[in-house]
């Protein structure tokens, strides 16, 4: 299990939630999910936003680990990478056990 110090003393998850915060780039990574990479052109067909925007939110994603990027002849693919997650995922864990901690010990402190 990744814990808050595996995370690192810098800045911890909470680059991945600030990526995580916003609504196209969530949208982003659900069409990724499926683990097939896939270019700007596809991640932005059927959408609104331009292939200048989706770049944009699939540079945050990578700066932030959870896509990476190759390239294939002239276009960059771009794939989910599940290990940041899956490190957020398991601090909210840690903290949300530190809370049934301190939960249970201002109870018995009350009941007591």
């Known amino acids: 299990m990744q814990t808050?110090?595996?995370?690192?003393?810098?800045?911890?998850?909470?680059?991945?939630?600030?990526a995580?915060?916003?609504?196209?780039?969530?949208?982003?990574?659900?069409?990724l999910s499926d683990g097939e990479p896939?270019?700007?052109?596809a991640l932005s067909a059927d959408t609104d936003l331009t292939r200048q925007a989706?770049?944009?939110h699939l540079h945050v994603l990578e700066d932030?680990?959870?896509?990476?990027?190759i390239r294939v002849g002239r276009e960059?693919?771009?794939?989910?990478r599940p290990e940041?997650?899956?490190a957020a995922r398991s601090y909210l864990d840690e903290v949300s056990?530190?809370?049934?901690?301190?939960?249970?010990?201002l109870k018995s402190f009350v009941e007591g």
């Open 64 to 69: 932030v680990g959870l896509v990476s990027s």
């Open 38 to 41: 896939r270019s700007i052109a």
């Open 76 to 80: 960059s693919r771009f794939a989910y």
């Open 4 to 18: 808050l110090d595996a995370l690192g003393a810098g800045a911890g998850p909470a680059p991945i939630f600030a």
């Open 20 to 31: 995580l915060g916003d609504r196209t780039r969530l949208s982003l990574l659900a069409r």
């Open 54 to 56: 989706v770049t944009k």
């Open 84 to 86: 940041p997650l899956a």
């Open 97 to 105: 056990a530190r809370w049934d901690e301190a939960l249970a010990r």
